[in-house]
């Protein structure tokens, strides 16, 4: 496998080389051993700080996308009706599995350069619809574009909205997240992004109100939530859980917390900066329609006139630089820089 002296891949993110250390360790059977459940306790209550919630914290094995369907197949049932907000491809994507479901799904596509600007509409369609559930994007990674929670946390409240689903994935451990401000009953992450640990686990935040509703839905599958309801108490997990993978996940979380959040979240947003400006000064043109809407984890770029993607990305890889394609209709127009996690370190770079 060939690897590149500058990986800018928008996740899986290079992995911290204290976590990789920590998957060398030969650890005995999580169902037996008391120090996993200890383990398991303490890393859930990073995750609560790094989410700003009180909410109980599920820790899931597997990549992201388990959480996302987890969060939708153990709260919803055919019929229910689901709001899917959408500046992106994943934020609509969210709408076509609650879809498979057999729910009524309803979705509103802003433009993939901006995030949720008509609020008038949002709430209009609240207030007709009256949806079950509001999905939304915090980080569209395909167009760079960090959307602001604030407005559908409020509409949630308001209209008595049961439950407010997020995929917080791209964006968690390296930008402010407010669960519990924005009403968040379903705050989901992912160790691959900004944690920079193996794509090997996931998990969400779960509000009283979610729980009482996954208890009525009672869906049973290997991604089920309900299982893990009661496992901080009695110990059993529904499947053996994989202990590297909670002890690489807690390694993480307390990198974060030595450097200081603050810390953490500050040179993300300095290094997006960074980016920013060398792309101008390269005269490449930013994806975003304006700045502010940039994520502080990825950015997104027009493909520099003359090349296609297969060239660019080629020439980029020969200079030992590794960036992200795109997908649908982002796909050979518009290219992703990953400066999360471990790919902050720009500043010496000339990349374009």
Not at 28 to 38: H, I, R, Y
Not at 229 to 257: E, R
Not at 279 to 306: C, H, N, Q, W
Request: net charge negative.
């Amino acid at each position: 496998m060939k690897t590149y002296r500058y990986p800018f891949f928008p996740g899986p993110t290079s992995v911290s080389e204290n976590v990789l250390h920590v998957g060398l360790t030969n650890f005995g059977s999580a169902d037996v051993e008391p120090e996993f459940l200890d383990l398991y306790k303490k890393c859930v209550i990073d995750l609560q700080k790094i989410l700003n919630t009180k909410s109980d914290v599920v820790i899931m094995t597997g990549e992201g996308m388990l959480v996302l369907w987890s969060g939708l197949k153990s709260c919803l049932e055919p019929g229910d009706k689901v709001l899917a907000i959408s500046t992106g491809i994943f934020g609509t994507g969210i709408g076509e599995m609650a879809k498979s479901i057999g729910c009524e799904v309803k979705t509103i596509e802003f433009p993939y350069d901006c995030s949720f600007e008509d609020h008038f509409l949002i709430e209009k369609t609240i207030a007709e619809f009256k949806p079950k559930m509001i999905t939304a994007v915090h980080c569209e990674t395909p167009s760079g574009i960090l959307n602001d929670l604030t407005i559908l946390g409020k509409l949630k409240k308001m209209y008595k909205v049961p439950l407010f689903y997020v995929d917080a994935v791209a964006s968690v451990g390296a930008v402010h997240i407010n669960a519990d401000k924005h009403n968040i009953d379903l705050c989901l992450g992912g160790s691959q992004k900004a944690l920079s640990v193996p794509a090997n686990s996931c998990f969400m935040s779960v509000s009283d109100k979610a729980w009482s509703i996954i208890e009525e839905v009672g869906y049973q599958g290997y991604d089920a939530l309900l299982p893990f309801k009661d496992v901080k108490t009695t110990g059993f997990f529904p499947y053996t859980p994989s202990w590297v993978n909670i002890a690489q996940l807690y390694q993480s979380t307390q990198n974060i917390f030595v450097e200081g959040f603050e810390n953490v979240v500050k040179r993300h947003e300095n290094c997006s900066k960074n980016v920013i400006k060398k792309l101008k000064e390269a005269g490449i043109k930013l994806f975003p329609r304006d700045e502010k809407y940039s994520s502080p984890t990825v950015t997104a770029a027009y493909i520099p006139d003359g090349f296609t993607w297969e060239e660019y990305d080629k020439m980029m890889r020969e200079k030992g630089i590794v960036f992200g394609g795109n997908y649908g209709e982002l796909e050979g127009k518009v290219f992703r820089i990953g400066h999360m996690g471990t790919q902050t370190n720009f500043e010496e770079l000339c990349l374009f």
